[in-house]
């Protein structure tokens, strides 16, 4: 099967692009299924073989396919967090999604792929990334923070010492790769969120930048 544009399809795409009524489409997908010519994703979403075959950032394409398995929905958490080395990798890597629908999980021949729902008020905080001609979300890695922490219960203690020992000495956070610059875009989720969590954890992480200017601040006066 060749498409003139789209990446992933569906049902109604086979029926539009070839004339096709519904029945004579399921029989083409069937046989298109059985030869190899066509991968499915879910079902009822399919990406022709040669499409993914041939795609030179096999990368970008998994994290399109990512967004279209769940429309609404960005890709954010424990992947966003290991791209930019926040989180150690793990053996199995999953692209994890934040979604306004219900936590789901898929699993085909792209990859493994999570998604996770968040309330409506904290739905932001992600970037659009152009693959080919169309559009997907990706978290900023201030807002993957966020919600990887908002989704983690054992972040949700009132103890701001119990939280910082879960932040900084439990945790396998990477802080060192996470800047004051990325702080301050932090904190601007905190506050747009207006969550009694995470105004706990902002106080935390505050204060562990603020500790970190005085230790330099102090090697510098000593130097």
């Known amino acids: 099967m060749h498409f003139r544009a789209q990446?992933?399809?569906?049902?109604?795409?086979?029926?539009?692009?070839?004339?096709?009524?519904?029945?004579t489409a399921h029989g083409r997908i069937?046989?298109?299924?059985?030869?190899?010519?066509?991968?499915?994703?879910?079902?009822?979403?399919?990406?022709?073989t040669s499409s993914y075959l041939h795609e030179s950032n096999r990368i970008?394409?998994?994290?399109?396919?990512?967004?279209?398995?769940?429309?609404?929905?960005?890709?954010?958490?424990?992947y966003v967090l290991e791209k930019f080395k926040i989180l150690m990798p793990r053996s199995v890597r999953s692209i994890t999604s934040i979604t306004r629908g219900q936590t789901s999980t898929f699993e085909n021949f792209a990859?493994?792929?999570?998604?996770?729902?968040?309330?409506?008020?904290?739905?932001?905080?992600y970037e659009?990334?152009?693959?080919?001609?169309?559009?997907?979300?990706?978290?900023?890695?201030?807002?993957a923070l966020f919600d990887y922490l908002y989704l983690m219960p054992e972040f949700g203690s009132r103890s701001q010492k119990f939280l910082r020992v879960q932040l900084f000495e439990k945790s396998s956070l990477q802080w060192e790769n996470f800047?004051?610059?990325?702080?301050?875009?932090?904190?601007?989720?905190v506050?747009?969120?207006?969550?009694?969590?995470?105004?706990?954890?902002?106080?935390?992480?505050?204060?562990?930048?603020?500790?970190?200017?005085?230790?330099?601040?102090?090697?510098q006066l000593l130097a």
């Open 30 to 48: 069937r046989r298109a299924l059985k030869n190899n010519s066509l991968l499915l994703l879910r079902k009822g979403l399919y990406v022709t």
């Open 179 to 189: 800047s004051e610059e990325d702080f301050a875009l932090f904190e601007s989720c």
């Open 111 to 125: 990859g493994h792929f999570v998604y996770k729902n968040i309330k409506p008020s904290c739905y932001f905080g």
């Open 60 to 78: 970008t394409l998994v994290e399109f396919i990512a967004s279209k398995l769940r429309t609404e929905s960005y890709i954010s958490l424990e």
């Open 7 to 23: 990446i992933c399809v569906t049902k109604k795409d086979i029926m539009s692009e070839f004339h096709l009524n519904s029945q």
């Open 191 to 219: 506050w747009k969120s207006n969550s009694f969590k995470m105004m706990r954890l902002r106080q935390a992480i505050g204060e562990y930048f603020e500790s970190k200017k005085f230790d330099e601040w102090r090697r």
């Open 128 to 143: 659009e990334v152009k693959f080919r001609d169309q559009i997907y979300h990706i978290a900023t890695k201030a807002k």
